[in-house]
């Protein structure tokens, strides 16, 4: 998560590791934060989105 101030971006690290990543642009970390557990939330599925397009010749 990060913000704008006024000595910069601040960025805050919640998780480690490498992966495919989605990008989350939010007015505050609570937004980003709900967001996220969202995402988390629905993962099978979005993966299995991902697969499909990708097995039928889609951009993922």
Known sequence: MSR???QG??????????TRLV???????QTAHTAARM????IDELRERRWCAAAAGSPS
Not at 9 to 18: G, K, P, S
């Open 39 to 42: 995402i988390e939330a629905r």
């Open 9 to 18: 971006i601040v960025a805050t690290l919640v998780d480690e590791r490498m």
């Open 23 to 29: 990008l989350v642009e939010a007015s505050n970390a």
């Open 4 to 6: 704008l101030a006024e």
